[in-house]
């Protein structure tokens, strides 16, 4: 009930292209869904963030879109570059909540060509 | 404004010994997180502390210890060290407690310490 399965493991798109992530949560207590981004030698870095009262959200380029229902949501990257070239996480809690813990997807290696 | 900085960045340790890793936050965040990263687990959450006092502990046996001091900074020890433990450690810290708040889980990542254990 705690897993949040991301996927796909890796994904190749070609720049210009839309890269798209997915992640699938089981508990329907979780209220916060952020995405981190994280480059090499770097720690992870909160790229975007949702919350399950909106469908979708807008930053830039990134964009989450929400699935209640189906308790799935995914960022897709528009226009994809290589400087996108990352490992991205998806992860869930319960923001209220102060003995939750923060649940991170397996992560996602994505590679822009060029 | 400086970010998360962790030390050492890398370290090499053998079966059995202990290691200490340090994490000085963002100016001003009270709260610090650790979190296990290995290609195998991914993220996993050790602990939390804020205000000297862990608030939330992870899955982890009692090898893995923490503490936070008065000025915010953070130290996790992991004694009787496995191959098993061979990982990267990363630091997080925030302004409020990573749970409850408009701004939970506003979490700032330091480079990590990559720990090998041979």
């Known amino acids: 009930q705690q897993q949040v399965k991301q996927s796909p493991q890796s994904l190749i798109v070609q720049k210009g292209g839309i890269s798209i992530i997915n992640c699938a949560y089981e508990?329907?207590?979780?209220?916060?869904f952020p995405w981190y981004q994280q480059f090499p030698g770097k720690g992870p870095a909160l790229l975007i963030a949702?919350?399950?009262?909106?469908s979708e959200k807008k930053e830039g380029r990134f964009t989450i879109s929400f699935n209640k229902s189906a308790k799935q949501f995914s960022l897709h990257i528009m226009d994809s570059q290589p400087g996108d070239s990352a490992t991205y996480f998806c992860a869930a809690s319960r923001a209220r909540s102060r003995d939750d813990k923060i649940i991170f997807g397996k992560g996602t290696r994505l590679h822009i060509l060029p | 404004k400086a970010g998360v900085t962790q030390t050492p960045r890398y370290l090499i340790k053998t079966r059995g010994q202990q290691v200490t890793l340090s994490c000085s936050p963002i100016?001003?965040?009270?709260?610090v997180s650790w979190y296990q990263q290995t290609p195998g687990q991914g993220l996993q959450f050790l602990f939390e502390y804020f205000s000297e006092t862990q608030r939330n502990k992870g899955n982890f046996p009692g090898r893995f210890s923490g503490r936070q001091f008065s000025n915010s900074r953070s130290e996790m020890n992991v004694s009787t060290l496995e191959l098993g433990d061979s990982a990267l450690y990363l630091c997080?810290?925030?302004?409020?407690?990573?749970?409850?708040?408009?701004?939970?889980?506003?979490?700032?990542f330091g480079p990590g310490t990559r720990l090998t254990v041979t």
């Open positions: 949702i919350r399950p009262d909106v």
């Open positions: 997080a810290s925030s302004r409020v407690p990573t749970s409850g708040g408009p701004q939970a889980y506003e979490q700032y």
């Open positions: 508990n329907t207590a979780f209220d916060y």
């Open positions: 100016s001003g965040h009270r709260s």
